[in-house]
């Protein structure tokens, strides 16, 4: 079983900046996909960002221009990095890798990003 740790969550006042990671325990194989997902209070969780094995990236309209997904496959770690953050953006945090065919979801424990002044 891999685990999945995301760090980088925080207090950040609008306009702000933070970097978000996802750590796997182990080298993860027969990805089909990775993403962050984000839910807040009362709301369904959403995709914000994905990235395929061979690297193309999808965004969530709501965050296009401001986010951006990326990988380290020599670290097992994902990122997303987000800029001009809004209230709005406020939510837990979590990621996510599929594999090919369904052979796998894991998830992390998610983090927690508040924007506020």
């Known amino acids: 079983q891999v685990q999945l740790v995301e760090s980088g969550g925080g207090l950040v006042q609008p306009g702000g900046s933070l970097r978000l990671s996802c750590a796997a325990s182990?080298?993860?194989?027969?990805?089909?996909?990775m993403g962050w997902y984000r839910q807040a209070p009362g709301k369904q969780r959403e995709l914000v960002a994905g990235?395929?094995?061979?690297?193309?990236?999808n965004y969530a309209d709501s965050v296009k221009g401001r986010f951006t997904i990326s990988r380290d496959n020599a670290k097992n770690t994902m990122y997303l990095q987000m800029n001009s953050l809004k209230p709005e953006d406020t939510a837990v945090y979590y990621c996510?890798?599929?594999?090919?065919?369904?052979?796998?979801?894991?998830w992390g424990q998610g983090t927690q990003v508040t924007v506020s002044s």
């Open positions: 996510n890798v599929q594999g090919r065919l369904n052979s796998y979801d894991y």
């Open positions: 182990r080298r993860i194989f027969n990805i089909h996909a």
């Open positions: 990235i395929t094995n061979s690297g193309n990236t």
